[in-house]
């Protein structure tokens, strides 16, 4: 049986800093998946759909597991992070399982919409 990562597309406007909050369910069940002893969860985003190696990433976000019994798990990029030319982009994230195995959670197009407020 082949496990297929849920495809989420996202809309972040440019230089915001909002976080992004993702909850992960066990796919069979749909309960919130526990998080407990999971680690590293990594945002990557690129302007390439199946990059080869990160020379387009455009950013790489740190995560943190914010609810772990919950299966939540929270990304903030920064205003720089985020001040990219408005344009669709691909991302997925990751996190290490308890024993020791990477899992890509999500993936999908990450627009950039230009903002209106400049500051």
């Known amino acids: 049986m082949a496990l297929e990562t849920p495809v989420v597309d996202l809309e972040y406007r440019r230089g ?22 999971y680690t590293s969860p990594v945002l990557a985003v690129n302007s390439e759909p199946t990059p080869g190696d990160d020379t387009n990433e455009l950013f790489k ?13 929270s990304f903030a990029p920064t205003t720089t992070d985020s001040d990219q030319t408005p344009s669709t982009y691909f991302y997925d994230a990751q996190i290490i399982d308890a024993a ?14 230009q903002d209106i407020a400049k500051d």
């Open 16 to 37: 915001d800093s909002r976080a992004i909050v993702f909850v992960l369910t066990d796919s069979s069940s749909g309960a919130a998946l526990d998080l407990t002893g």
């Open 61 to 73: 976000v740190t995560g943190t597991i914010v609810d772990a019994a919950a299966g939540k798990v």
């Open 100 to 113: 020791g195995g990477k899992l890509t959670f999500v993936r999908g197009k990450f627009a950039i919409k």
